[in-house]
């Protein structure tokens, strides 16, 4: 089932959705812009990749599963260790469903990505950058290297070199990067400016064949 027509009509369904209440720093929870969540979904599904099995791993709010389910996803699992994430990614996805734009092929665990271990088509995650947490993005990476051999993933630009190796010793490889500004609002105290922008990566790993 696909009731979006454009990009712009995903990224106006998706910039409707609620996002953290309550943001914790120490799981870098910040959102997606829904430009952005839709540029990649929109890319992804242009690649053929949406209408597949995909996980949105460290899922939040749940912009990018989401966005997969409205491009015909056969069946999205949502994973975040964050209870109240979830709770909120359940009432964005309730109301979606209470619209008619999104069917019941989906599953929410409430649980560290470490503990997930189905198998599927797609891993979309846009993770944490690893600024509070130590490698918290090589963790999902390589991680997500044991769940499908399609990945979309953000990682900050200067982690480039970091995310070709880990990706070259685990027998995949950076088949596309694009190259984008993600502006993170100052959500958080330690902010000084109200849109900070980082450069950040949007990859599409695949497993080497
Ligand atoms: N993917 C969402 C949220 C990004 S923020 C979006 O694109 O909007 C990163 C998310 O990862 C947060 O929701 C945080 O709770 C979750 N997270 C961080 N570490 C995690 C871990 N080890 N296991 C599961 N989820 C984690």
Same mark, same amino acid.
């Given at each position: 089932?696909? *009731? +979006?027509?454009?990009?712009?009509?995903?990224?106006?369904?998706?910039?409707?959705?609620?996002?953290?209440?309550?943001? &914790?720093?120490?799981?870098?929870?910040?959102? /997606?812009?829904?430009?952005?969540?839709?540029?990649?979904?929109?890319?992804?599904?242009?690649?053929?990749?949406?209408?597949?099995?995909?996980?949105?791993?460290?899922?939040? /709010?749940?912009?990018?599963?989401?966005?997969?389910?409205? #491009?015909?996803?056969?069946?999205?699992?949502?994973?975040? *260790?964050?209870? &109240?994430?979830?709770?909120?990614?359940?009432?964005?996805?309730?109301?979606?469903?209470?619209?008619?734009?999104?069917? =019941?092929?989906?599953?929410?665990? *409430?649980?560290?990505?470490?503990?997930?271990?189905?198998?599927? =088509?797609?891993?979309?995650?846009?993770?944490?950058?690893?600024?509070?947490?130590?490698?918290?993005?090589?963790?999902?990476?390589?991680?997500?290297?044991?769940?499908?051999?399609?990945?979309?993933? @953000?990682?900050?630009?200067?982690?480039?070199?970091? +995310? &070709?190796?880990?990706?070259?010793?685990?027998? @995949?490889?950076? *088949?596309?990067?694009?190259?984008?500004? #993600?502006?993170?609002?100052?959500?958080?105290?330690?902010?000084?400016?109200?849109?900070?922008?980082?450069?950040?990566?949007?990859?599409?790993?695949?497993? &080497?064949?």
């Amino acid at each position: 089932m696909i *009731n +979006v027509s454009s990009k712009k009509g995903l990224e106006v369904q998706l910039s409707k959705l609620k996002g953290f209440l309550d943001p &914790k720093m120490s799981l870098e929870q910040y959102i /997606t812009p829904s430009d952005i969540a839709a540029m990649a979904i929109w890319h992804a599904y242009m690649k053929g990749d949406m209408e597949k099995v995909s996980v949105d791993l460290g899922c939040g /709010t749940g912009i990018l599963g989401i966005g997969a389910l409205m #491009m015909g996803a056969k069946y999205v699992f949502f994973v975040d *260790n964050d209870e &109240k994430a979830l709770d909120i990614c359940k009432d964005n996805i309730n109301k979606l469903k209470s619209e008619g734009l999104i069917r =019941d092929n989906y599953k929410m665990i *409430n649980g560290d990505v470490s503990q997930f271990s189905e198998k599927v =088509d797609v891993v979309l995650q846009n993770p944490p950058f690893g600024t509070k947490v130590r490698h918290a993005d090589r963790l999902f990476l390589i991680h997500a290297f044991r769940l499908a051999d399609v990945i979309y993933t @953000f990682h900050k630009s200067e982690t480039f070199p970091f +995310v &070709k190796a880990i990706c070259e010793d685990n027998g @995949f490889v950076i *088949n596309e990067k694009l190259d984008l500004k #993600m502006p993170l609002k100052a959500q958080f105290q330690f902010h000084r400016r109200q849109i900070h922008r980082i450069d950040v990566g949007f990859y599409r790993i695949i497993k &080497k064949i």
